[in-house]
């Protein structure tokens, strides 16, 4: 396993339901990250946080927001969703500094589908 | 615009081949070349990286070959094996700035017995 959790491995959810993805990592890293990853797409970075504070939003849809209450844990708040969200949602995590920013672990993801 | 091209989008190679997949960039600020390996109901791992100060990278049968001046990366995995299927992602780091990790579109390698 590669020290990044995340839950649930899928989700099944309507069009107007809430629900939330959670990721945590146990290897001490301070950056976290959100993906997004559908077929034939270049992984798609959602959000980035450093230090517990966000420093990207990649022109993301106002319907995702993320949530992270400290450096371990990280959530994907979903809400009115649409079926092209559907997608598997990645979350990844890193040291943050300099050269090794490019050495990011990620979790096994959680399948989505929006009905 | 896609900041890292990839190819082939897939590749099916006899076990014991070579498998070449190809990667090339634009941006030279461009400052690390990771390349990552995903198995199916996995998250990618990474595989192996190089700086753009060397031309070739080997660990174990996985090289990365570096043309630094045709802006072109390129993974060969050599003697391939039924156990290297998987979809690996090429992609390019800055030291800054957030967005720090741009990948390519994803190879699905098959290596048949």
């Known amino acids: 396993e590669t020290g990044v959790t995340q839950t649930p491995r899928h989700l099944v959810m309507g069009m107007t339901n809430k629900k939330s993805l959670k990721c945590e990592q146990h290897?001490?890293?301070?950056?976290m990250y959100w993906y997004k990853q559908s077929a034939k797409k270049p992984l798609e970075l959602m959000f980035v946080?450093?230090?517990?504070?966000?420093?990207e939003n990649n022109s993301v849809p106002s319907r995702f927001s993320p949530e992270c209450p400290n450096s371990s844990h990280l959530f994907l708040h979903l809400h009115t969703l649409q079926p092209e969200d559907s997608a598997l949602y990645l979350c990844?995590?890193?040291?943050?500094?300099?050269?090794?920013?490019?050495?990011?672990?990620f979790g096994p993801g959680t399948r989505l589908t929006v009905t | 615009q896609q900041q890292v091209k990839q190819s082939p989008q897939s590749l099916i190679v006899q076990k014991g081949g070579i498998s070449i997949i190809n990667c090339a960039y634009e941006?030279?600020?461009?400052?690390?070349f990771p390349w990552y390996q995903q198995f199916p109901g996995k998250g990618p791992a990474l595989l192996i990286a190089?700086?753009?100060?060397?031309s070739e990278k080997k660990e174990g049968r996985f090289t990365i070959s570096f043309n630094k001046s045709a802006k072109q990366f390129s993974l060969h995995i050599m003697d391939s094996q039924p156990g290297d299927s998987a979809t690996y992602f090429c992609?390019?780091?800055?030291?800054?700035?957030?967005?720090?990790?741009?990948f390519g579109t994803g190879t699905r390698l098959t290596v048949i017995p």
């Open positions: 990844a995590s890193s040291q943050d500094k300099g050269i090794w920013r490019y050495e990011q672990y």
């Open positions: 290897l001490g890293h301070n950056a």
């Open positions: 946080y450093n230090f517990k504070e966000q420093t």
């Open positions: 941006n030279t600020a461009f400052d690390y």
């Open positions: 190089i700086r753009p100060d060397v």
């Open positions: 992609a390019a780091s800055l030291q800054t700035g957030a967005n720090n990790l741009f």
